[in-house]
C-alpha cells in the first residue's frame, strides 16, 4: 500500500512539474494545469468549510452564516492567484444597501464558483438545486453553512421553502444568492439564458430589494474545452431594485425588467472590453507587451520564458500602424477607414435613392419603337452674340427610330 502510495505521488508530482514547465508555452498545459488547480482548490475549501462551519457553530457568538463569506474569500486567494485570475469590482457597496435582498447573478460555466469567492457578501447564503446537496464535501459544506436546497421538480416543496427562507430572510438580515438561470449559459458572446421566476416571486413574496449582479463575458479566457487563462474580469453590482408594493401578478415584469437591465450592462461592459482591447493594441508602447501571463504560469515564465514563436501583439501593433491614419488615436472605425453603424445605414439609403433616379431614368428612355417622346429643347445661343435665344420656349419631338 505505501508503494503504492508513493507511486502514485511521485506520479502526479511529476505531472504537474512538466505542466507547470509547459504552460508558459503551451496553451493547452496552461488549460490542463489550471484545471487541475481549481478543481484541488474546490476540494481543498470544502474540507476548510465543513471544519469552519462546525467551528462557527460550536463557538458561542460566532456567526454560523458569515462561513460562505470566509470560504469564499479563502478559495479566491488560492485558485484566484494560482490560476492568474483577477476580479475588478464596481458598486460593491450595494449588497449592503440591498440587504436583506435577494440576488442574482449571471451564469456562464463551472469557473463561476471563483467570482463568487471574490464578491460573496457576508450575512449571505446561497439557493441551489436538490442534487448539490449530495455532492462530497461540496453537499456538507453548503449544508453546514445554510444553504437553500431546492427540489424543482416538486413545486409544492418549493413554495414550502420559499415561505421559510422568506421569512428567515428578513428576520436575521440575510441575503440569498440565485442564478436566475438555473444552469450555465456556457455562450461564447454576452447574452443570457430565459431567468426562472423563482428568485422573484422569492423577493415579491418577502418584500426584499433584488440586487442585479453582472459578470462580464469571459469565453476569451475560458470555454471549458479549449482554454483556461489568466486576465482580469469585471463585475458590476447593480443598485438595489425595490418590490415594495408588487404582488404576484406583478412577478412576470419585474423578471423581464431584472434580465433587460442584466442584459443591457452586460452588452455595454463587452463593447467597452472591445473599445479597450482595439486602442491598447494601437497606442500600446512595444516594450510593455509582456507574457500576459499570470499564476502559476507567470511565475514559470520567468524562469524558463515563453519561447520564440511569432508575437502576437507585435504583429496586431504593426498592422494597426499601417492601415491607421496619422494623428489619430485607433479607437474609431473612421481612424482606418472603415464606416460606422450610422455611417452604413447612410450610404444605403443613399444608394436606393440612386438607384431610384436612374430606373425612373431607363423607364422614360424604355419606348416603344416609332413612339415620340415631348422635350423641352435647350436654348441655343445667337452665334452672332445678338443675345436672342433661336429655341427658347419651343418644343422637339423626339422619336425613337425602328429597329
Same mark, same amino acid.
Given at each position: 500500500?505505501?508503494?503504492?502510495?508513493?507511486?502514485?505521488?511521485?506520479?502526479?508530482?511529476?505531472?504537474?512539474?512538466?505542466?507547470?514547465?509547459?504552460?508558459?508555452?503551451?496553451?493547452?498545459?496552461?488549460?490542463?494545469? #489550471?484545471?487541475?488547480?481549481? =478543481?484541488?482548490?474546490?476540494?481543498?475549501?470544502?474540507?476548510?468549510?465543513?471544519?469552519?462551519?462546525?467551528?462557527?457553530?460550536?463557538?458561542?457568538?460566532?456567526?454560523?452564516? #458569515?462561513? #460562505?463569506?470566509?470560504?469564499?474569500?479563502?478559495?479566491?486567494?488560492?485558485?484566484?492567484?494560482?490560476?492568474?485570475?483577477?476580479?475588478?469590482?464596481?458598486?460593491?457597496?450595494?449588497?449592503?444597501?440591498?440587504?436583506?435582498?435577494?440576488?442574482?447573478?449571471?451564469?456562464?460555466?463551472?469557473?463561476?464558483?471563483?467570482?463568487?469567492?471574490?464578491?460573496?457578501?457576508?450575512?449571505?447564503?446561497?439557493?441551489?438545486?436538490?442534487?448539490?446537496?449530495?455532492?462530497?464535501?461540496?453537499?456538507?459544506?453548503?449544508?453546514?453553512?445554510?444553504?437553500?436546497?431546492?427540489?424543482?421538480?416538486?413545486?409544492?416543496?418549493?413554495?414550502?421553502?420559499?415561505?421559510?427562507?422568506?421569512?428567515?430572510?428578513?428576520?436575521?438580515?440575510?441575503?440569498?444568492?440565485?442564478?436566475?438561470?438555473?444552469?450555465?449559459?456556457?455562450?461564447?458572446?454576452?447574452?443570457?439564458?430565459?431567468?426562472?421566476?423563482?428568485?422573484?416571486?422569492?423577493?415579491?413574496?418577502?418584500?426584499?430589494? =433584488?440586487?442585479?449582479?453582472?459578470?462580464?463575458?469571459?469565453?476569451?479566457?475560458?470555454?471549458?474545452?479549449?482554454?483556461?487563462?489568466?486576465?482580469?474580469?469585471?463585475?458590476?453590482?447593480?443598485?438595489?431594485?425595490?418590490?415594495?408594493?408588487?404582488?404576484?401578478?406583478?412577478? #412576470?415584469?419585474?423578471?423581464?425588467?431584472?434580465?433587460?437591465?442584466?442584459?443591457?450592462?452586460?452588452?455595454?461592459?463587452?463593447?467597452?472590453?472591445?473599445?479597450?482591447?482595439?486602442?491598447?493594441?494601437?497606442?500600446?508602447?512595444?516594450?510593455?507587451?509582456?507574457?500576459?501571463?499570470?499564476?502559476?504560469?507567470?511565475?514559470?515564465?520567468?524562469?524558463?520564458?515563453?519561447?520564440?514563436?511569432?508575437?502576437?501583439?507585435?504583429?496586431?501593433?504593426?498592422?494597426?500602424?499601417?492601415?491607421?491614419?496619422?494623428?489619430?488615436?485607433?479607437?474609431?472605425?473612421?481612424?482606418?477607414?472603415?464606416?460606422?453603424?450610422?455611417?452604413?445605414?447612410?450610404?444605403?439609403?443613399?444608394?436606393?435613392?440612386?438607384?431610384?433616379?436612374?430606373?425612373?431614368?431607363?423607364?422614360?428612355?424604355?419606348?416603344?419603337?416609332?413612339?415620340?417622346?415631348?422635350?423641352?429643347?435647350?436654348?441655343?445661343?445667337?452665334?452672332?452674340?445678338?443675345?436672342?435665344?433661336?429655341?427658347?420656349?419651343?418644343?422637339?419631338?423626339?422619336?425613337?427610330?425602328?429597329?
Amino acid at each position: 500500500m505505501g508503494l503504492i502510495s508513493r507511486t502514485l505521488a511521485y506520479t502526479l508530482g511529476t505531472s504537474f512539474l512538466l505542466l507547470s514547465l509547459l504552460s508558459p508555452r503551451s496553451k493547452r498545459a496552461r488549460m490542463y494545469l #489550471n484545471t487541475i488547480v481549481y =478543481i484541488s482548490g474546490l476540494g481543498v475549501c470544502s474540507v476548510f468549510g465543513v471544519i469552519c462551519s462546525i467551528a462557527l457553530t460550536i463557538i458561542p457568538g460566532a456567526q454560523r452564516l #458569515n462561513t #460562505n463569506y470566509y470560504v469564499a474569500r479563502s478559495f479566491y486567494l488560492y485558485a484566484g492567484t494560482l490560476t492568474g485570475i483577477r476580479y475588478h469590482v464596481e458598486g460593491e457597496e450595494n449588497f449592503e444597501k440591498g440587504r436583506p435582498g435577494v440576488l442574482v447573478g449571471n451564469h456562464q460555466t463551472g469557473i463561476d464558483i471563483l467570482y463568487l469567492g471574490r464578491i460573496f457578501p457576508k450575512m449571505a447564503s446561497i439557493m441551489a438545486k436538490q442534487e448539490l446537496k449530495y455532492a462530497p464535501l461540496l453537499g456538507q459544506f453548503m449544508s453546514l453553512s445554510g444553504a437553500v436546497f431546492i427540489d424543482r421538480k416538486n413545486r409544492h416543496d418549493a413554495v414550502k421553502a420559499f415561505n421559510q427562507v422568506g421569512a428567515e430572510m428578513k428576520k436575521r438580515k440575510l441575503s440569498l444568492w440565485i442564478f436566475p438561470e438555473g444552469t450555465r449559459s456556457n455562450l461564447p458572446f454576452p447574452d443570457l439564458l430565459p431567468f426562472k421566476k423563482g428568485a422573484f416571486h422569492l423577493a415579491v413574496q418577502a418584500q426584499v430589494p =433584488i440586487v442585479p449582479v453582472v459578470c462580464e463575458n469571459y469565453n476569451r479566457l475560458f470555454d471549458g474545452k479549449t482554454r483556461f487563462e489568466g486576465g482580469t474580469i469585471r463585475i458590476k453590482v447593480l443598485e438595489p431594485i425595490s418590490t415594495q408594493g408588487l404582488g404576484k401578478d406583478d412577478v #412576470n415584469d419585474l423578471t423581464t425588467r431584472v434580465r433587460e437591465l442584466m442584459l443591457k450592462e452586460l452588452k455595454e461592459m463587452d463593447a467597452q472590453r472591445d473599445s479597450f482591447d482595439t486602442s491598447s493594441i494601437a497606442t500600446r508602447p512595444p516594450s510593455s507587451t509582456g507574457s500576459g501571463l499570470g499564476g502559476i504560469a507567470g511565475f514559470m515564465a520567468r524562469i524558463v520564458g515563453t519561447g520564440h514563436g511569432r508575437d502576437l501583439g507585435a504583429a496586431a501593433r504593426k498592422d494597426s500602424e499601417r492601415f491607421r491614419r496619422a494623428g489619430t488615436s485607433g479607437q474609431r472605425p473612421d481612424d482606418y477607414g472603415l464606416l460606422s453603424e450610422s455611417a452604413k445605414a447612410s450610404g444605403v439609403q443613399q444608394g436606393a435613392a440612386y438607384t431610384g433616379a436612374v430606373e425612373s431614368a431607363a423607364k422614360t428612355s424604355d419606348q416603344p419603337a416609332g413612339s415620340t417622346n415631348r422635350r423641352s429643347a435647350p436654348s441655343v445661343r445667337d452665334p452672332n452674340g445678338s443675345g436672342s435665344d433661336e429655341t427658347d420656349g419651343s418644343t422637339v419631338l423626339v422619336g425613337r427610330p425602328a429597329v
